[in-house]
């Protein structure tokens, strides 16, 4: 089993910064990716950001390119998301998520075992 606590959610404004933490405890070698997911209010949970260490890849969501920047080592705490030039429509709960599954040259969100909570971003316009 694997446990995912996330932090650094906050409020800030549109324009600013923010990192995210994401930290795992457990049978953390047994990880395959980890990745950070957000759900706005009255919309569906969707892929931010995902570390593939089984493929040694990174996937970015469009909207997130070049603003948003996902890092970590395997099997070492924690995975950061940092995201930069933060707008209202990055309000959002962020969760963080692991896989257990190795081999994949993909990970969404329907192959994730493991979820954190979520952490709450909400920047102001």
């Known amino acids: 089993q694997v446990q995912l606590v996330e932090s650094g959610g906050g409020l800030v404004q549109a324009g600013d910064s923010l990192r995210l933490s994401c930290s795992a405890s457990?049978?953390?070698?047994?990880?395959?990716?980890m990745g950070w997911f957000r759900q706005a209010p009255g919309k569906e949970r969707e892929r931010v950001a995902v570390?593939?260490?089984?493929?040694?890849?990174?996937y970015y969501a469009d909207s997130m390119k070049g603003r948003f920047a996902i890092s970590g080592d395997h099997a070492k705490s924690p995975v950061y998301l940092q995201m930069n030039i933060l707008n209202p429509d990055d309000t959002a709960v962020y969760y963080c998520?692991?896989?257990?599954?190795?081999?994949?040259?993909?990970?969404?969100?329907?192959?994730?075992?493991?979820w954190g909570k979520g952490t709450l971003v909400t920047v102001s316009s």
């Open positions: 570390i593939n260490w089984s493929g040694g890849s990174t």
């Open positions: 998520a692991a896989s257990k599954v190795w081999g994949r040259r993909d990970y969404d969100l329907s192959v994730m075992d493991y």
């Open positions: 457990g049978r953390t070698s047994s990880i395959a990716a």
